[in-house]
């Protein structure tokens, strides 16, 4: 597995960064890829992605979420393996720092190949930055989700 870690600072409060990304439905505006999110229930994402010609679809479940804190998630079935965490670090009233953690196991040649490249990191600190333009870009948050979930099995987190 490779880990990719990338931050960003953002101009806006750590309520907004946290709530913003809590709407996975708007992840296609910022993330390269990414074609749809779907929220199934409270935990449960069904993704459509393309990258590098190469279409996947795979479920995810948030194994913890803690509002201005903390998602984290994996992947659940499939031929995907990827599991990460993202973090918001309130800076002042007004900026916030998102870490995002993820530890991928491409499949596939071509997935493989990229990774080797560098091309997962590129990409994910360029959806980091596509997101800070976003949310910057909007001057607020388009929808929240303020809910508590807690680890089923508290070792299965990053």
Do not use: C
Not at 54 to 82: H, K, N
Not at 119 to 126: C, H, S
């Amino acid at each position: 597995m490779s880990t990719v870690k990338e931050a960003v600072d953002v101009e806006v409060p750590v309520h907004t960064a946290y709530n913003q990304w809590t709407q996975f439905e708007e992840f296609p505006n910022f993330m390269e890829g990414v074609e749809e999110v779907r929220q199934l229930d409270e935990r449960h994402n069904h993704w459509t992605t393309k990258i590098g010609g190469v279409q996947r679809e795979f479920d995810t479940e948030i194994v913890d979420q803690l509002p201005d804190d903390r998602i984290t998630w994996r992947v659940v079935g499939g031929e995907i393996r990827q599991r990460g965490s993202v973090r918001f670090e309130r800076l002042d009233d007004t900026h916030t720092r998102v870490e995002l953690t993820m530890d991928v196991e491409p499949s596939g040649m071509v997935e493989k190949g990229a990774d080797m490249l560098g091309m997962i990191d590129r990409r994910v600190k360029g959806d980091l930055h596509r997101f800070k333009d976003y949310i910057e870009g909007h001057g607020g948050e388009t929808g929240a989700w303020r809910g508590r979930i807690r680890p089923e099995n508290p070792g299965s987190t990053l």
